[in-house]
């Protein structure tokens, strides 16, 4: 969507005005020439990030682009009051909300600078709240649900943050899809059978897409403060490890969320992808 104010530079008459002073050989067919050139231009601007975030996924992109991005939204919304090229933009609590790399996938990132998952100051108590912002959106109608009707219940949704060793963007991004229905059903029998509680737990495990990840259980539908994610694992890891970690958040049926977790090993080459847990074309969730 395109504002008044690019409207108006578009028209013809903007050009009529600017070449007043050469109207003898003023030309309407430039004029239309010019019109339909910017009008081109600004279609591919809208569709940047959409482009952007299919290519970060293959590393094919400069690892700033997604911030460059987020600072073309931030500065749309305080000028032009449109959003674009993200979907939308909270100057409030200082993020956006963005398409991903596929139809039901977007991606939240944050108005100010930071990395990643190893940034100190998403992990301290006093920190924004990231990941309930995702959550708020990803559950909300016009998002995932909108393109998905059969997304109904907190526990097809799923939101996931890669570790700094499987990204390929140095922009901090959550993503917010469905999870899959088979990662959600192993997470249910799981605490069924009392291998989840409400702590990480060193030696407990629960194994999803073959590999294992440290779970705990969050009995409220709270992702803030001493909820937030980010403090949770760093309370567990230690800040020094933060660096290898990939989180993941899903709903559970009876209210509440699955905290998962799972490091990068240097040693067996496997670089953390929590996002795998993600049905990012919701398929599975029917």
């Known amino acids: 969507m395109r504002s008044n104010s690019l409207s108006k530079l578009f028209n013809c ?30 279609s591919f601007t809208e569709l940047s990030l959409t482009t952007i975030t299919n290519s970060q996924m293959t590393g094919n992109a400069p690892r700033d682009m997604l911030w460059e991005q987020v600072k073309k939204c931030n500065t749309n919304q305080q000028t032009l009051h449109k959003p674009e090229p993200c ?12 398409n991903g790399s596929k139809p039901l996938d977007y991606i939240l990132l944050p108005i100010d600078k930071i990395s990643g998952i190893e940034a100190p100051q998403i992990s301290r108590l006093n920190s924004r709240n990231y990941w309930q912002y995702a959550w708020n959106k990803a559950i909300d109608k016009d998002y995932i649900r909108s393109k998905a009707p ?76 001493s909820n937030n994610p980010f403090l949770l694992v760093k ?3 230690g800040e020094k490890k933060m660096g290898e970690q990939s989180i993941a958040v899903v709903g559970r049926k009876q209210g509440g969320f699955y905290i998962l977790k799972i490091a990068s090993d240097a040693q067996n080459s496997y670089k953390a992808v929590a996002e795998k847990l993600l049905d990012e074309d919701c398929i599975t969730q029917k």
């Open 87 to 98: 979907v939308y933009v909270d100057l409030d609590n200082k993020y956006v909300v963005a």
């Open 235 to 237: 309370e567990f890891v």
């Open 150 to 225: 059969q997304v109904k219940s907190p526990e097809q949704i799923g939101l996931a943050i890669n570790s700094p060793q499987a990204r390929h963007q140095d922009q901090l991004h959550i993503h917010m899809s469905c999870v899959k229905k088979t990662v959600s059903d192993e997470l249910d029998k799981a605490e069924k059978n009392r291998a989840i509680t409400d702590r990480f737990q060193s030696e407990n495990y629960v194994n999803l897409e073959s590999k294992n990840y440290s779970v705990r259980l969050l009995n409220n539908d709270s992702l803030s403060d």
């Open 13 to 42: 008459k903007y050009f009529i005005n600017s070449y007043l002073a050469n109207r003898d050989r003023f030309n309407i067919r430039k004029c239309k020439t010019k019109y339909l050139l910017i009008l081109l231009l600004t």
